[in-house]
């Protein structure tokens, strides 16, 4: 017990730093951007309007007030921290008044649902297969979806994604290629809204899956078939136990803490994953969202969305890796 | 994978997986078929009454914002200016419904004293919110007080500036007094793209804060009302109010569409393919290459004009800006050194595909301004001389619209005219002609040098020049900057693109560029009147280097003589002649200086389908701006007719 | 070195095929060097015309021939990824090799900070690195900044590496012999990483591609260098698919596919050369 409390705290200072230097990261480079929000709110007004010089200048004033644009940058980064901790991070410059927290509780469920969904079928299918490719070596199905895999998982997402938009969208137009859900379909717990959200869902999920299965496959394969020639496996071959029994308590069980692990090194490739994919599809979730909060200059959005998705990936990591020693009961802390 | 299944899975939790994936591919599979309507976009609303735009806004951060005085908070081209907002007059850029300037909320012309510091304004009556209450004269001087209070609104600013006091000795009446003589008040309150839109004081006075009040759901006073929208920002659906006679649309008819959805169209070719398949009727712009896609593929489909060039030209001129407080671009003879190694012929082959109408002049050539400036100073123009240091040039070529005319005869055919007043309307009429020695010589006259191939400063710097281009969302600008770069580059000057991005207007505004092709100059199209732009030119609003610029003179130009001819221009009515007058002299003054390159007209490839409407603004019927987001498309909706009828 | 890398080719296909496709992708950008117009010029040739005798690969809208323009981009995406490696090679192998041989609290340290890089979701940093830099976003700066966030994941590998040759007897003679840790690190230590380090060498070339690819396409790059990713980005400013020019996409797609199989086929042989018992069971005729 002394030992897990141990390992405890030991993920969760990692969980504090990943977050420290995350959030730190972002805030320094975001600060030092030439894109002054004021101007640019500015100039969006102005690029079709008449609006004179004069009232441009009054305009300047009022704006840098009301943005909180003001104070030292010492003052605006203590400010920051103080209001990050309470999750508060002030108005969105491009959607003033509305706080970011409202437009990134918005997005952020679309964005987990997605993710989720993706992951946990990709990790799942991906290790199922990829395990039984590597105990049935001869098996032609499997050798040819190893193949497959090998052309797959190398593939960045945006590649993936944008074929997929072609085949799906253009060539054979009959899947959904934009939007979260239907046009005019109503919010609620209703067959058409929660079909339509499917529909739109299939194809970024279809290309988060089939780049993440390849690379669970091709990982669970090769760490089956090492097992498979240890010692131990092949004592129970030879004492006759169940083959099915080998491969899923004594192959299976091991190979798949390090896919644990494994997963939780990989959540933030994975939400960057995400990220492209929302964007390729117009899918209305975080990813999309930071894009445009990066095009409009939204420091306070940008600032909001990178700190919520560097603590939202460490939770998750910090998640796995609690969960770790229910399977692995060997941990132990140097 | 049923093999599998069965031959090597014993275990029943395995089994049962592994079943469960297969049923969830089957699933899929089986629910595709079912799915072929599944772009077919709206479900709810019947589509044969439904009109979808395009919304160029694209996806709205905040879709539950109406509040469209305060700062871009939320949408604004989601419908809400175009179908649910309204002010006293309308100027179409086309020839609009009964002329180009509409009595809107106002009855008739704004009327004024005789030195400009008063405007009394009547309105009509019977016109009502979509909420039952009566359009008076109290709304219109609460959209100003509110504003002057609230600087920080959209029109607070310049309301204060100008404004003195309103009041509204009648339900009928509005009473201006202004704080300095001002001929051209009403045009803030004129709708060209957009205007000071008036606010419902009933709604508005109940909001303790106007700049924090969402205005949801917003009381409308067109013609359509809010129906329902997209939490997500990318759909906004507005109903055509059953009272909607009691609106100002209400005189000119029925509304054909019952519903009008706004939608975010995501890239090009996202737009391209949603309009083949019928499910966009009003694409706001397409690349090129897009709009000749569609009006090959799509016999439902069309542009402004039925064939070639397609596009309509918006009153707004695309140039090359120079930042006139770098060193470099300080002498007018390297900016017109600059302009003699442009090839325009390839430059509009390679934005507008040819699809473009050029112009040499300051001034875009649209609706009546060929007949006011560009075709009465042709003469002009040919006479005009050029110094290079050791020859005389007139560097005027009259010929080059005819000549891409010409050019692009072979592969159109039919399509390009012939008729040269056609090709003028169409192509531009002159421009200046590729004089690679001229530029040599100017750029030596300057005290630049060439060594090897590659051209020095007269600080014996290498002459290097930087293309400020935006990008993705402007891709015909883009690719015109990325021309224009390349000529200089094979001219001997280090000259690149550069992708400015969603960084475009802030560093536009605050001078961190060397050269730019946007537009300081937007006009009315439909009217002479230049002050909409020259105005803001004055030498007075010049900042000096690092400091932000206010529009439109983004180049920095100052200019006593500039500031003479508009201090003459703020002297002389909206309407007066006179004003067209000192307008040529502004442009021979430019001509002269060269302060920007123009270039073009902005030419906006709005694709229309007629599959479920007919009756689209088109060149051979201009009676609006066809153009999505511009306030004035809602003319469109009284003359669109369902398709049958 | 030679006989390896011949033993590599007849006993393993994947690296025969990983070596044929790298070779193929190599010719193609040195081919570059012969393009008879600059990369970077447009309407040089006339635009749209399908692949055809006198096109190979047919050209773009923007009158470029698609061949030479890709023999350029391959060239330049290819450059990209070894300068991101081989910069990152030099942060990893430090951070691996001291962090394991060091162990105790410089190893818990420089783990910790490891795993933040790994951790930490890295395309949002690296589109903000691109508002900051903007046009001073060069090709150079844009691998050194890749190679800064990218090195993390191998210097983990490398110090499981470096904390299994810790323990190794040759190791301690090292030490009683007077060498220096630096000296042990570098002169002992390193050639047993070496071959992980080409391994890693090879994926991080994907991804660094990869994220350059999407990048550019996203238009978050110096878009005058030809790159796979640039030629993608002036295709949908094109609207090519639509407007049915298909060639201006599908060859560099194809040819960035392949790139990546044959990184990654060269990679996952590699490591199955490092691990001798997989080897041992390829080369022993199983299956």
Redesign the interface.
């Known amino acids: 017990m002394k030992t897990y409390a141990i390992y405890l705290a030991k993920r969760l200072l990692q969980f504090v730093l990943v977050v420290f230097i995350g959030i730190n990261l972002t805030y320094v480079i975001s600060h030092a951007t030439p894109i002054d929000p004021v101007e640019q709110t500015i100039s969006a007004l102005t690029s079709f309007g008449n609006t004179s010089p004069e009232a441009i200048e009054t305009m300047r004033e009022s704006l840098r007030e009301l943005y909180g644009m003001s104070g030292t940058p010492l003052e605006q980064y203590v400010s920051f921290w103080s209001r990050i901790v309470v999750g508060d991070f002030g108005p969105s410059l491009s959607a003033f008044p509305t706080p970011v927290s409202e437009l990134i509780l918005r997005a952020l469920p679309w964005t987990i649902g997605l993710l989720v969904v993706a992951t946990v079928l990709a990790w799942l299918l991906g290790n199922l297969l990829g395990g039984l490719a590597g105990y049935y070596r001869k098996n032609r199905l499997l050798k040819a979806m190893g193949l497959i895999a090998m052309g797959l998982h190398p593939m960045p997402y945006y590649v993936v994604a944008f074929v997929l938009l072609v085949v799906f969208g253009f060539l054979w137009p009959v899947l959904p290629i934009s939007g979260g859900s239907g046009i005019g379909v109503g919010r609620g717990f209703s067959f058409d809204f929660i079909s339509s959200v499917l529909l739109h869902s299939l194809l970024p999920a279809l290309s988060l899956v089939v780049v993440g299965l390849g690379g669970w496959f091709l990982g669970m394969r090769a760490l089956v078939s090492n097992i498979v020639t240890e010692d131990y496996v092949v004592y129970a071959e030879l004492g006759g136990v169940d083959r099915r029994r080998i491969l899923t308590s004594y192959v299976m069980r091991n190979a798949l803490v390090p896919q644990v692990t494994g997963l939780a090194m990989s959540l933030g490739a994975i939400f960057t994953g995400a990220i492209i994919t929302e964007e390729v599809f117009g899918y209305p979730g975080i990813g999309s969202l930071l894009v445009d909060a990066v095009h409009a200059g939204d420091y306070s959005l940008v600032l909001g969305i990178t700190s919520v998705s560097i603590v939202a990936v460490s939770l998750a990591v910090l998640v796995i890796d609690l969960l770790y020693p229910l399977l692995d009961p060997r941990v132990q802390v140097e | 994978m049923p093999?599998?299944g069965t031959s090597?899975?014993?275990?029943p939790i395995?089994r049962k997986?592994?079943c469960a994936?297969v049923a969830l591919l089957l699933g899929?599979a089986a629910?595709?078929?079912s799915?072929?309507e599944?772009?077919d976009?709206?479900?709810?609303?019947p589509r044969k009454e439904t009109l979808i735009l395009e919304n160029p806004e694209?996806?709205i951060?905040?879709a539950g914002?109406f509040n469209i005085w305060?700062?871009?908070?939320?949408g604004q081209y989601t419908g809400l200016q175009q179908l649910a907002m309204d002010t006293l007059w309308y100027i179409d850029p086309e020839k609009g419904l009964e002329g180009p300037i509409d009595n809107s909320l106002a009855a008739e012309a704004p009327k004024y004293n005789a030195d400009f510091t008063e405007m009394t304004v009547k309105l009509r009556s019977g016109i009502f919110w979509s909420d039952g209450v009566e359009f008076t004269a109290d709304d219109v001087a609460y959209t100003v007080e509110t504003q002057m209070k609230n600087?920080?609104m959209?029109?607070?600013?310049?309301l204060?500036?100008n404004v003195d006091s309103v009041s509204a000795p009648d339900p009928q009446t509005v009473v201006f007094k202004l704080k300095r003589p001002n001929s051209r008040f009403h045009?803030?309150f004129t709708v060209?793209?957009?205007?000071i839109w008036i606010m419902p004081k009933h709604v508005f006075e109940k909001a303790p804060d106007p700049?924090?009040f969402d205005f949801n759901k917003p009381v409308s006073l067109g013609a359509y009302a809010l129906h329902?929208f997209?939490?997500?920002?990318?759909?906004f659906?507005w109903q055509r109010r059953d009272d909607w006679q009691r609106t100002t649309l209400g005189r000119f008819g029925e509304p054909g569409p019952k519903y009008a959805?706004y939608?975010?169209g995501?890239?090009?070719?996202?737009r391209?393919?949603a309009q083949?398949?019928h499910n966009m009727d009003v694409v706001h712009d397409?690349?090129p290459?897009?709009m000749?896609?569609l009006a090959k593929q799509s016999k439902s489909s069309r542009g402004w004009f039925k064939d070639f060039p397609y596009a309509h030209p918006d009153p707004t001129l695309p140039a090359l800006l120079f930042n006139l407080q770098r060193a470099d671009f300080q002498s007018k003879d390297v900016r017109w050194a600059l302009a003699l190694l442009i090839d325009i012929k390839?430059v509009s082959?390679?934005s507008y595909r040819g699809a473009a109408t050029i112009s040499a002049i300051g001034i875009p050539p649209t609706g009546t301004h060929p007949d006011d400036y560009h075709i009465p100073m042709q003469d002009w123009l040919k006479n005009f001389e050029l110094d290079t240091g050791k020859q005389k040039i007139k560097p005027y070529d009259p010929t080059v619209g005819k000549q891409i005319a010409d050019m692009l005869r072979p592969s159109m055919k039919e399509q390009i005219p012939t008729d040269q007043a056609a090709i003028d309307k169409s192509f531009g009429m002159g421009w200046w002609k590729p004089n690679p020695q001229a530029a040599q010589e100017l750029l030596q006259k300057a005290g630049f040098t060439k060594r090897g191939s590659n051209w020095y400063t007269p600080e014996g710097k290498p002459f290097s020049i930087?293309v400020m281009v935006e990008?993705?969302s402007r891709?015909v600008i883009?690719?015109a900057g990325?021309?224009i770069a390349?000529q200089w580059?094979?001219f001997g000057i280090d000259a690149?693109?550069?992708?400015?991005?969603?960084?475009m207007?802030?560093?536009?505004?605050?001078g961190?560029f060397d050269t730019l092709i946007s537009w300081s100059v937007?006009s009315y199209g439909g009217h002479p009147d230049l002050a909409?732009f020259l105005?803001?030119w004055h030498s007075q609003?010049v900042a000096p280097a690092g400091k932000?610029q206010?529009?439109?003179?983004y180049m920095r130009w100052s200019s006593p003589e500039l500031d003479g001819i508009i201090e003459k221009i703020r002297g002389v009515g909206f309407d007066d002649p006179r004003s067209i007058e000192l307008g040529r002299d502004y442009v021979k003054l430019a001509v002269r200086e060269m302060p920007t390159i123009p270039l073009m007209a902005y030419n906006v490839f709005v694709a229309m389908d007629d599959t479920y409407w007919t009756g689209y603004p088109t060149a051979e019927d201009p009676y609006a701006n066809p153009v999505p987001n511009w306030g004035n498309s809602r003319y469109m909706m009284v003359r669109l007719k369902p398709r049958g009828e | 070195m030679l006989k390896i890398f011949r033993d590599l080719l007849r006993f393993n296909l994947e690296f025969a095929i990983g070596t044929l496709i790298v070779s193929i992708i190599v010719g193609l950008s040195v081919l570059s060097f012969f393009s008879p117009y600059p990369p970077e010029d447009i309407y040089v040739v006339a635009p749209d015309v399908p692949p055809s005798w006198e096109y190979w690969l047919g050209t773009t809208s923007r009158g470029q021939d698609v061949f030479w323009q890709m023999t350029a981009a391959l060239r330049n995406t290819l450059l990209f990824g070894i300068a991101v490696a081989a910069i990152s090679r030099v942060i990893s192998l430090t951070i691996g090799l001291v962090s394991g041989y060091m162990g105790g609290m410089t190893d818990r340290v420089l783990m910790s900070i490891n795993d933040t890089f790994i951790i930490i979701p890295l395309f949002p940093i690296l589109v903000l690195f691109y508002f900051v830099m903007r046009d001073s976003m060069s090709w150079a700066l844009l691998a050194l900044i890749m190679a800064a966030l990218g090195w993390a994941y191998d210097a983990r590998l490398i110090r499981s590496v470096a904390m299994s040759l810790r323990t190794r007897e040759f190791t301690s003679q090292c030490i009683f012999s007077g060498m220096s840790p630096r000296q042990i690190m570098t002169r002992e230590h390193l050639p047993y990483v070496l071959p992980i380090v080409f391994s890693t060498t090879l994926n991080n070339m994907n991804w660094s591609i990869g994220m350059e690819v999407t990048l550019s396409v996203l238009g978050f790059t110096d878009i005058n260098t030809p790159t796979i990713g640039s030629m993608l980005y002036w295709a949908n400013q094109h609207t090519a698919l639509v407007a049915g020019v298909w060639w201006w996409i599908a060859w560099p797609v194809i040819a960035v596919m392949l790139l990546f199989i044959g990184l990654y086929l060269l990679a996952t042989a590699l490591n199955e050369y490092i691990d001798p018992r997989s080897r041992l069971s390829r080369m022993g005729g199983a299956t």
């Open positions: 093999v599998l090597v899975l014993g275990k395995l997986i592994a994936a899929t629910y595709v078929p799915a072929a599944a772009q976009v709206i479900s709810s609303l694209g996806t951060k905040n914002w305060a700062i871009n908070a939320g600087t920080g959209r029109w607070g600013p310049i204060s500036l045009a803030l060209r793209f957009n205007a700049m924090r329902s997209d939490p997500e920002g990318k759909w659906i959805v939608v975010d995501g890239p090009p070719d996202k391209v393919i083949m398949n397409v690349a290459e897009g000749f896609t390839a082959m390679a930087r990008g993705e891709p883009t690719r990325t021309m390349q580059r094979q690149k693109t550069e992708l400015a991005q969603g960084t207007l802030d560093r536009r505004n605050s961190d937007e909409y105005d803001s609003y932000p206010a529009p439109r003179n």
